[in-house]
């Protein structure tokens, strides 16, 4: 049975040991609390040696008892107090290892890093459900008594009280923000106070997550400074990505390519910043990654656009066989072929080599310049490629194979603008911020049209098929038709927005 995939959502408390838990009977209008249960938890969590999990709000661990047991992999999510939870029961994978699935979601932190027992935590938890005017389950209430030894060396036992209130179920956003802040302040009225820990594990063994980035570049940056700020953000959203990436959640794929072409934008942008011995080759490995990623995103898009056009026609089977079926299969291929890239040496050497770019670069001949200065010619010599770009389409017949492959160009090329002036954000130039939106709206449009032209081409290749019948060739004709007036509606809007 593969791993399930949850967002928990909860909120935590520090209290005395003893204290009286309130009646929750009334959080939800017409609600009920349901009967206290009881049990014991002991679970041993797992980290490297130097705790790099933990310092990424990571936590994995193998749990008895509940009714949850099994290895349970929690990590950020970008739900508002939530985390993402991987499962996997006992059955599937064991005791006593690591699972090889959860050991792959968090490779891109722990790299050639071993696994080991970092903590044992024993919870003595009183379990109290609420429910809503229909019964339904809205939310869990624990009352846990934890005792929590660190295994890592000069470790010590510790002991203490707290309260978790979680949320279960599907709720709407907005009633599950209403009823996590009518907890918040029920549970603080009956004496308990916000949660001095971010898990029980930091508690444990001492460690909270770390924050390298620097939240506001100083007024005078350097270079240097603002490459290192927009280089750590976006390897953390890479960091971010890679797990979500691997189990193909919805729109990752897409999202780690760009951070991985902001990466690369940035190195490129920012030539005589970073030594170029040090910057191009992590610059080359990270275009390598983006075609990987490129692949399974592309097969990703071409397949929805194909699911959006059947909808609506009424296709035979052979034709729907080409377009989905075939098309999953060679999504899946992309898929395991970009999993086995993100778990090869040479994609961790190169997240090893992008830390070091980023704690210690070897600074460029502009290294110590201004940074509003550098972020300023950067974004105008972008600017400039662009609009050169736009004044060589005019050389070209309008919807000539020249034409279209210009405006792909142009597209490229506003694209590369946008990362620029997206870097320079941190220093609050509205005229690079102008830029950007410029060429976000060029790329949007452009994009569009791109898209349609690679479908086409695909469409006419499966034309080509003398196996289709006759009525599929029928469909992709009307199908081409469609794609061909999306496009030409991409154009207009891009022309009108110069």
């Not at 044992?120 to 030894?149: K, M, P």
């Not at 209130?165 to 918040?184: D, T």
């Not at 100083?218 to 797990?243: E, S």
């Amino acid at each position: 049975m593969p791993p399930s995939h949850s967002i928990e959502v909860e909120v935590k408390f520090d209290v005395a040991p003893g204290l009286p838990a309130p009646d929750l009977s009334g959080l939800v209008a017409d609600g009920s609390a349901g009967q206290p249960e009881t049990f014991l938890l002991e679970a041993t969590y797992f980290d490297t040696p130097g705790t790099l999990l933990a310092k990424n709000r990571m936590t994995l661990r193998r749990r008895t008892g509940g009714t949850d047991a099994g290895w349970h992999l929690k990590r950020p999510s970008t739900v508002p107090s939530g985390r993402r939870e991987t499962a996997l029961g006992f059955d599937e994978v064991g005791h006593e290892e690591v699972p090889q699935a959860l050991r792959e979601q968090v490779l891109a932190v722990i790299r050639s890093e071993p696994l080991v027992p970092v903590a044992t935590i024993t919870t003595d938890r009183t379990v109290t459900t609420v429910h809503d005017a229909h019964g339904v389950a809205l939310a869990e209430f624990c009352e846990d008594l934890v005792s929590a030894e660190s295994l890592l060396p000069g470790g010590s036992v510790n002991r203490w009280a707290e309260w978790e209130f979680e949320l279960v179920g599907e709720s709407a956003p907005e009633a599950a923000a209403k009823l996590l802040k009518r907890a918040r302040r029920i549970l603080q009225d009956a004496g308990a106070s916000p949660a001095s820990s971010v898990s029980k594990l930091a508690r444990a063994i001492g460690t909270q997550p770390h924050d390298d980035l620097i939240r506001a570049l100083p007024k005078k940056a350097t270079a240097l400074g603002l490459v290192q700020f927009d280089l750590a953000a976006h390897r953390d959203a890479l960091l971010t990505w890679d797990p979500i990436a691997r189990e193909n959640g919805d729109d990752a794929v897409h999202q780690m390519r760009v951070a991985t072409r902001k990466i690369r934008s940035i190195l490129m942008s920012y030539p005589g910043v970073i030594a170029p011995e040090a910057a191009a080759p992590v610059a080359e490995e990270l275009r390598l990654l983006a075609e990987v990623l490129g692949d399974a995103r592309d097969r990703e898009v071409r397949l929805a656009a194909n699911e959006h056009l059947l909808a609506s026609e009424d296709a035979p089977a052979d034709l729907v066989a080409a377009l989905i079926d075939d098309e999953r299969a060679q999504h899946e291929r992309a898929l395991k072929s970009m999993r086995f890239a993100l778990s090869t040496p040479r994609y961790l050497q190169m997240l090893d080599d992008l830390d070091r770019l980023i704690d210690a670069p070897i600074p460029g001949h502009a290294a110590s310049r201004e940074a509003r200065e550098v972020a300023s010619q950067a974004v105008g010599e972008a600017y400039a490629r662009m609009i050169k770009a736009r004044k060589r389409l005019r050389k070209f017949s309008p919807w000539s194979p020249e034409w279209v492959e210009q405006l792909h160009t142009i597209r490229k090329r506003a694209k590369a603008l946008r990362y620029t002036a997206e870097s320079a954000e941190p220093l609050r130039r509205r005229s690079l911020e102008r830029a950007g939106t410029e060429a976000k709206k060029v790329q949007t449009h452009l994009g569009v049209f791109q898209d349609t032209v690679i479908n086409r081409a695909h469409l006419a290749s499966l034309a080509a098929d003398t196996s289709l019948s006759r009525e599929a060739l029928f469909v992709l004709g009307r199908m081409d038709a469609r794609e061909e007036a999306r496009g030409r509606r991409a154009v207009k809007k891009y022309r009108r927005s110069q």
